[in-house]
C-alpha cells in the first residue's frame, strides 16, 4: 500500500508564521523538472506570530514545503536514511508563543531525494496537459487518489519518493507534484506521531 504524505497542519491551522516564511523566488523550476530543491532555496528561519497548541513534528510551513522536528527525523533515518535531505532551519516565537509551541531541539526542511516509478498508468486515469511544443503527448495525475494504481515496492527502492517520469511511445506521464510514501513507512511516523498525518491511501478503491 502506498500513501500521500500530507501532514494535517499548516500555516494558519494551530500556528501563524509572518510573511517572511516562504520559499526564496525561484524554487518551483526544479519541481518542475523532478529534481531536489538545493538547500539556498529554502528560509533560514520561521518566525511563529501565534500558536494554539504544541508545534506538531510533521507540518506544512505552506503547501508541499514539509518541515520535520529532530524526533521525526530520527524515525526517517531509521527507515529511510539517505531517501531525504534534512535542511535545518530555525524556529523562532517570542516567550509566551514558544510556551505554547514547545519547540524540538531542531527543525528541517524535507526535500526528497528518492525516485522511483510505481505508478501503473495503464490503470490508472489521468488527466492531458496542454499542448506541448515538442509535440510529446504529456499525462498526470487526477485528484482523486482513490482511483491510482500502483504496484509494490521492489527491494532496494525508495520508502519515501516522489515519481520519476514515464514515457511510452509519444506519451509521457508524471506524477512527480506528489510525495508518496510506502506503507511501512507510513505506518511506522503514524504509530509515532498519531494524529499528524491525512490517512490518504492511494489506490483503495
Not at 138 to 149: D, E, I, M, P
Request: hydrophobic share 40%; with cysteine.
Amino acid at each position: 500500500m502506498v500513501y500521500k504524505f500530507d501532514p494535517i497542519h499548516f500555516n494558519g491551522t494551530i500556528f501563524d508564521l509572518d510573511d517572511a516564511s516562504v520559499m526564496v523566488t525561484g524554487s518551483t523550476q526544479f519541481i518542475r523538472q523532478n529534481l531536489p530543491i538545493p538547500a539556498s532555496y529554502f528560509p533560514k528561519s520561521l518566525t511563529f506570530e501565534a500558536a494554539s497548541a504544541r508545534l506538531p513534528d510533521m507540518f506544512h510551513m505552506s503547501r508541499g514545503d514539509f518541515i520535520f522536528s529532530e524526533r521525526a527525523r530520527a524515525v526517517i533515518d531509521d527507515w529511510a536514511l539517505g531517501q531525504v535531505e534534512f535542511i535545518p532551519v530555525a524556529c523562532r516565537a517570542k516567550p509566551a508563543i514558544a510556551a505554547t509551541l514547545k519547540f524540538d531541539s531542531a527543525y528541517y526542511f524535507v526535500n526528497i531525494l528518492g525516485r522511483a516509478q510505481r505508478v501503473s498508468w495503464y490503470e490508472t486515469p489521468s488527466r492531458p496537459f496542454g499542448p506541448q511544443a515538442d509535440g510529446v503527448e504529456r499525462f498526470g495525475l487526477t485528484q482523486n487518489f482513490h482511483k491510482w494504481r500502483l504496484r509494490d515496492r521492489l527491494l532496494g527502492e525508495p520508502f519515501i519518493w516522489c515519481e520519476e517520469w514515464w514515457r511510452d511511445g509519444n506519451k509521457e506521464y508524471r506524477g512527480h507534484d506528489e510525495v508518496l510514501v510506502d506503507d511501512v513507512l507510513w505506518r511506522e511516523l503514524d504509530a509515532n506521531f498519531p494524529d499528524q498525518l491525512h490517512p490518504l491511501q492511494a489506490g483503495d478503491e
